[in-house]
Nanobody, 119 residues
Framework: QVQLVESGGGSVQAGGSLRLSCAAS????????MGWSRQAPGKEREFVGS????????YYADSVKGRFTISRDNAKNTVYLQMNSLKPEDTAVYYC????????????WGQGTQVTVSS
């Protein structure tokens, strides 16, 4: 089973960009679907996007589509979340998660990284 560590969070002004990284330790990273979620203060955690292990296809929440891009580098056991045109409503703790190919749920989570977007 993998372990996940996010990095790259910080503070940025609206319209700016950040790239989050999620480094995985353990074996068989390339056979995990990887996802990103976020949780803003006082709100439930929401799906941001995911990338499939089988063909690198990606899926995004409507709220970030066209602004965020997920990619992965299996040689580095890392998945990325490139966030452009950031808005104050993107402020949240961002979590990455892993779902092994044989499972139907994300059952490994990182500790989260804070993203703050000021207007």
């Amino acid at each position: 089973q993998v372990q996940l560590v996010e990095s790259g969070g910080g503070s940025v002004q609206a319209g700016g960009s950040l790239r989050l990284s999620c480094a995985a330790s353990g074996r068989s990273f390339s056979r995990y679907d990887m996802g990103w979620s976020r949780q803003a203060p006082g709100k439930e955690r929401e799906f941001v996007g995911s990338i499939m292990w089988s063909d690198d296809s990606t899926y995004y929440a409507d709220s970030v589509k066209g602004r965020f891009t997920i990619s992965r580098d299996n040689a580095k056991n890392t998945v990325y979340l490139q966030m452009n045109s950031l808005k104050p409503e993107d402020t949240a703790v961002y979590y990455c998660a892993a779902k092994p190919y044989y499972s139907n749920k994300y059952d490994v989570w990182g500790q989260g990284t804070q993203v703050t977007v000021s207007s």
